[in-house]
């Protein structure tokens, strides 16, 4: 039997064709009033996760 998705971490991560794992930005909810411009600018774009982290979560995130 295969694992389970783990939804969770679903709805957080997604794989690129290369097999990198993406990510969006954490603090961009609120408070944002205090975060200068800069700082929500560069928020905005997308991270990717480090190369030792990401076989943990592609495991998670599998389809």
């Known amino acids: 039997m295969a ?4 939804k969770a971490s679903a709805k957080r991560f997604t794989t690129t064709k290369s097999g990198k794992v993406k990510l969006s930005h954490t603090y961009r909810r609120h408070k944002l009033g205090i975060k200068s411009a800069k700082r929500k600018r560069q928020l905005r774009k997308a991270g990717y996760l480090s190369e030792s ?7 998670l995130i599998q389809k």
């Open 3 to 6: 694992i389970k998705t783990h």
């Open 53 to 59: 982290m990401s076989p943990a979560i592609r495991t």
